[in-house]
């Protein structure tokens, strides 16, 4: 059985790999939507350092299409039936409660919520009511272009400064949540890389600042992977139509970064870029600071 003490307040930033069990995701949406695959990648991932495997079901990328409740519960309840037995720590990538409720019922041990709690109030809920570990996301509501449950909207504005508007929206997220009776010790927070933030000038300033997010005291899961601002980094500096695999190299140097700075885990899906990457920034931290 998971320690989830231990794993919430794991002194190393860790590696949780995504399996994106989706039709659309942007970078490897239709790829382990058969049930053998997704079990198979999600067991490689785990072969190749992956500390935790974060399941999602829905695409979250702007455009996407809202699946099921039907669709996501048997997608999530596959995947974590599968990989439950070969040892797997399961993260759960979901705003659906009755999603929520039935991995945890499953043996998945942590619930990834892009909106921190916000699309479906009885979400915190279900997770005060099981020992899990809940990641709480910084989150506006859809994005522009997005075709989800809520009207398009124009998400990227911080009046304040992107760094002290997400992290002061996000501390309020985590007052509901803790209103809802999630304990504190079972709380992780993300500053939601990409999400309502497109552009390098909302992204890099939230890495940069990595410490303000620290500094509450909670844990900080950082999703850098392939997001667009990467791509427009590389085509600052004159690489043009960037790939997935020099996608997948910033990434991975972002990944040393964040490790150097004491991030928790980096969300990746190249996990043995990452897995290398993070090996590098968590001994660099220990010696800078002997």
């Not at 039907?70 to 997608?75: A, F, H, N």
């Not at 909670?218 to 500096?237: D, N």
């Amino acid at each position: 059985m998971t320690n989830l003490q231990a794993l919430h307040d794991a002194s190393d930033t860790m590696v949780m790999g995504v399996l994106n069990i989706t039709e659309d995701s942007f970078s490897d949406g239709g790829l382990w939507l058969d049930p053998d695959k997704a079990a198979q990648h999600g067991r490689d991932m785990m072969a190749a350092g992956a500390d935790i495997i974060d399941i999602g079901a829905e695409s979250t990328r702007p455009g996407a299409k809202r699946v099921s409740e039907e669709d996501e519960l048997k997608r999530i309840t596959g995947a974590v039936s599968a990989l439950i037995p070969a040892g797997a720590v399961l993260s759960i990538d979901t705003t659906r409660a009755s999603v929520a409720k039935a991995a945890l019922e499953g043996g998945a041990q942590i619930i990834n919520d892009v909106s921190g709690g916000t699309l479906d109030a009885d979400l915190p809920h279900v997770v005060a009511d099981h020992d899990c570990l809940y990641i709480v996301q910084h989150w506006r509501g859809w994005l522009a272009g997005s075709k989800g449950a809520n009207p398009d909207q124009d998400t990227s504005v911080y009046e304040h400064g992107v760094l002290k508007d997400v992290h002061d929206e996000l501390m309020r997220q985590v007052d509901g949540v803790l209103a809802a009776g999630v304990k504190p010790e079972r709380i992780i927070i993300d500053p939601g890389l990409g999400f309502s933030k497109p552009g390098i000038e909302h992204n890099l300033p939230l890495l940069a600042g990595l410490e303000a997010f620290r500094a509450t005291g909670y844990p900080v899961l950082i999703g850098q992977s392939r997001k667009r601002f990467i791509s427009a980094m590389l085509a600052e500096a004159g690489v043009a139509d960037a790939d997935m695999a020099e996608r997948d190299n910033v990434t991975a140097g972002l990944s040393a970064l964040c490790a150097e700075h004491g991030a928790w885990a980096v969300r990746v899906h190249d996990v043995t870029k990452s897995r290398a990457a993070v090996i590098a920034g968590n001994a660099w931290r220990k010696y800078s600071e002997q």
